[in-house]
Structures are given as C-alpha cells and as structure tokens.
C-alpha cells in the first residue's frame, strides 16, 4: 500500500479515527485500523488485507455525515481523502470525479470553467461520495433531480477486493443500489462518472425576512402555491438566529428567531428569472416583512451563506422527515420547533419539493411533497443529549402525521428511525447485498434497532 496505515494504538491513530468527521460530536467507536488510500489500488489492497485480518471495512470520503458513520468498531477504516481528482470529457459532457471532491467548492467550479453545471450540495464542503450513494438534494434539485440521477458509472472495489466498473450494462446492480443505498452499499466507489449538463445562463435569488409571528400565515400561503410551481423555482423556509439578514433601511433586527424566505431559480434569461420567481409575488403577509431583497446570485455566492450556517467545530443534532401533511397540521409543529431554536447558528429548514414526479429505476425511492430537517448547532458535549432529545422528538412529531419517510442525508437511525427506500427497493438492496457481500464485511447502516431498519414510522 502506497498510503498509510495507522493501527489503533499507533500515534496519529486519533487524528485518522476523526480528524475528518465535520460533527465536533465525535463518536466512541473505534476501529482496528485507519487507512488513507491514496489511489483505487490501494483501495483493493486494503480491501483484501481485511479480509485476510477479519475486519469488517467503513468508508469516508468527505467525512460529512451528521453520525459519523464512517467510525465503526474493530473495521478497517479506509479513508478516501485523498481521491478527489477531476477529469472532464468534452465529447460526452461526463465528468470523472473522486470520491472526496467537494461539490460547490471543487467540482462547481471546475465546471462552471467549461460551461458546465452539475446538481452539487448545498453546502460546499460536502464529499460527493456520501452525498452521490444517498440521492444528493443539491442546487437545481427540484429541476435537474437527484444529484445521482446524474450518476452513469461508478468505479467500484467489491468486498473481496476486485475492482469493477458498474453502470447500466454491466454490473448493473452495483449501480442500480449505488444511487440511493447511501451506507448500504455494498462497495467502495473509488470513482463517479458523473453527466453534466449546460450551465444555466443565470441564477437568481430572492430573499424576504419575517416575523416568526407571520410564519403561520406565510406556511399555509406556500403549501397553496408550491403544486404548480415551476420546478425550476426551489423555494426554502429557513427559522433562523443569524443577524446577517436582509432588513429594510431603519428596520433594527428584533433578536431571536426570524423566517428568511429563500428562492434560488436558475433560468435562461434575467427576465425569465424574474417572471419565475413573480409566482412568489402574492404572499398574504407583504407589507410586514422586515426585508427583501433579489437579484443575480451564484452558486458560490449562495454557498457563502452557507457555509455562514454550518459553522465548523461545532457539534450538530440533525433529524429531517419528508411530509405531505396540510398546512394546518404542519404549521403548529413547525412553529414549535422554530420557536425552540435557541443558540446562534441552529436552524431549521422547510423546503417545497413537490409536485414530486416519477424516479428512474434506483434504490433511492421516498421523497414527498415538503422536506423539514432542523439542525441544532452547539458547542458544550454537555447539551448533546438534551440537543438529540429535543430534535428527534420534535421530528417524529412531524413524522406521525403525514410523514412519509426520511432522507438519508440528515438521520442518525442510533437515534430514531423510519423509512429511507421504499418496501420492494430496500428488499431488493437486502438480495444485492447478499450478493455482493454475503458475510456482510463493508458497513451498513448504523442502526441501534436492526430490525426497525426502513420501517415506517
Ligand atoms: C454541513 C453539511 C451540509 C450538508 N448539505 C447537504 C446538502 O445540501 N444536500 C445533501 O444531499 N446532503 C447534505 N448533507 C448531508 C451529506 O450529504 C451526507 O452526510 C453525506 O453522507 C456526506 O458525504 P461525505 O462523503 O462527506 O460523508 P462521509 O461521512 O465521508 O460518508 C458517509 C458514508 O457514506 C458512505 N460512503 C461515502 N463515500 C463512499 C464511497 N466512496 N464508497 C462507498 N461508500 C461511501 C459510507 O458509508 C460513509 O461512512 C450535508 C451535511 C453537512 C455536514
């Protein structure tokens, strides 16, 4: 092996157990072993020296998952920090990327230099390895899809160390689970070859503040206009304490909690951008907003802000429930959580997905009409389970009535469950994985409740 391995015990051991993980809420789980591949060969080395030893494997690329599922006890950690080189085709528009590219920070840009675009995160230090396996929700989302939509091949080690190429001629099951299997997977992608698409010409913003008091109002207003919403119009609700809000000349921040209506669209034209976002112009409460403001944004731009949300060294409780309950039963519960919002940067997010439209044959499979994640963000491990307790209840709140699953990307299941596939996929995952891993070596979901697995809460 070219990279190094550092065995628990050995110096660095701490360093390469978390030094990556994005959450300050580090996990006490231990592997036997930490290996920074540097390339797909390394990759296969590793895979076949945990066979050899017995250790089960666990997989990092960008290191963002809100539970560090890449810290597992007793397995052979292979950290893929390393692969994140970038190779564009002009001939087919695929872009080859590794496993740790950052979405908005390196594969954005990269693109935008060519006249290309691709549905990268919203934040932009996620690794497209997690982000890509669970579905991805990245900017354009309601119009482009998924992000793994986009996927046409994925590079693959197996669990016995071979490494293939998987895409809808060959090895087809590996790229059927690898859009949506999330830590399912039963393989390391080494590699994603990636479909790009023209950059839209211009991408604009428009942004109003509230008073959580007209938050009621506003929410039963949105759920009237979303279903016949240009799905190039990606409306998000965001509860948030950060002062850095639009407000009108002479208007002072009131302190707490306030709701920022943020729109992104992505058009052809300015005028097309702003006849888009004119669907948005009827909101019941105009005239007691405290700020607005539109206008030509980037996706670099908007990942500034961000970024400003998602602060580093920070510890994160995260929980998310698609919904297609009605606004009179959403709002209240909805408001309960908005008003509990209580540290600098916790947020809270609703994000109008429908009208939801059929998906192409891939693991991934539940969505719904609006999706609700809150992140509550702190610093002292003396609130962690005050902070869990708080944002899982408070999900399964919304969960028990009209909920219809989750999104992998913002659960921890050691926490609470509930169904992230639909019933026939997640049995057809289980055959795949009997296939593909039958003594189960690579990692699966980190579960407290193996047998509560995708059941619907
Ligand atoms: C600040 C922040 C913002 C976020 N914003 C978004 C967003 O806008 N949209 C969105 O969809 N999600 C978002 N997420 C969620 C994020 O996409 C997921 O947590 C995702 O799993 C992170 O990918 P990663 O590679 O960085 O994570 P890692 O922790 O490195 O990986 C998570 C797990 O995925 C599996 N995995 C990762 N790479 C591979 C691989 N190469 N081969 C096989 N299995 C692999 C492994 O089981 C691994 O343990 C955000 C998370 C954070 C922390």
């Not at 071979?162 to 690898?178: E, F, H």
């Not at 009209?402 to 026939?424: E, N």
């Amino acid at each position: 092996m070219k990279g190094r391995l550092v065995l628990r015990g050995d110096d660095g051991y701490e360093e390469a157990r978390v030094g990556r993980v994005f959450n300050a809420r580090r996990p006490d789980r231990f592997p036997a072993a930490v290996l920074d591949a540097v390339d797909a060969d390394d990759v296969v080395a590793g895979a076949r020296l945990a066979v050899e030893r017995g250790w089960g494997i666990s997989i990092r690329s960008g290191g963002h998952s809100w539970a560090a599922w890449s810290v597992r006890d007793d397995a052979l950690l292979i950290d893929l920090g390393a692969l994140r080189s970038i190779e564009y085709d002009e001939a087919t528009g695929i872009v080859a990327a590794g496993p740790a590219t950052t979405g908005a920070l390196e594969l954005a840009p990269f693109l935008a230099d060519r006249g290309r675009a691709f549905p990268v995160g919203h934040c932009a230090t996620v690794g497209i390895g997690g982000f890509l396996l669970q579905g991805g929700q990245g900017w354009n989302g309601r119009a482009r899809g998924w992000a793994c939509e986009s996927v046409v091949a994925v590079d693959v080690v197996t669990a016995d160390g071979a490494l293939v190429r998987a895409d809808a001629t060959q090895n087809a099951d590996l790229y059927w689970a690898a859009r949506g299997a999330g830590p399912g997977f039963p393989g390391i992608v080494t590699r994603f070859h990636l479909q790009t698409y023209a950059e839209p010409p211009v991408m604009w913003q428009d942004t109003w503040t509230f008073r959580l008091d007209d938050a009621e109002a506003v929410v039963h207003w949105l759920h009237r206009v979303l279903p016949h919403l240009d799905r190039r119009v990606e409306p998000v609700m965001a509860a948030t304490r950060l002062t850095d809000v639009p407000l009108y000349d002479g208007i002072e921040h009131p302190g707490g909690t306030l709701l920022l209506l943020h729109t992104t669209c992505m058009a052809d034209s300015d005028d097309e951008a702003l006849t888009l976002l004119g669907a948005l112009g009827d909101c019941p409460v105009l005239g007691r907003e405290l700020g607005h403001v539109t206008g030509p944004t980037s996706v670099a731009q908007e990942s500034v802000a961000q970024t400003g949300q998602n602060p580093e060294d920070h510890r994160y409780a995260v929980d998310c429930a698609w919904t297609d309950a009605s606004a009179d039963v959403l709002a209240p519960l909805l408001l309960d959580i908005w008003r509990g919002l209580d540290t600098e940067h916790s947020f809270s997010i609703w994000y109008g997905w429908a009208p939801t439209r059929p998906l192409p044959d891939m693991a991934f499979s539940v969505e719904g009409n609006v999706y609700v994640a809150t992140y509550l963000v702190y610093r002292d491990e003396a609130d962690d389970e005050r902070y869990q307790t708080r944002v899982h209840e408070q999900t399964a709140a919304i969960a028990r009535d009209g909920g219809v699953g989750v999104y992998l990307g913002d659960t921890d299941f050691t926490r609470r469950q509930d169904r992230f596939l639909a019933p026939g996929h997640y049995a057809r995952l289980e055959a795949v994985r009997a296939e593909r891993d039958p003594t189960g070596r690579i990692a699966s979901y980190l579960t407290a409740d193996r047998a509560g697995l995708n059941v619907h809460a």
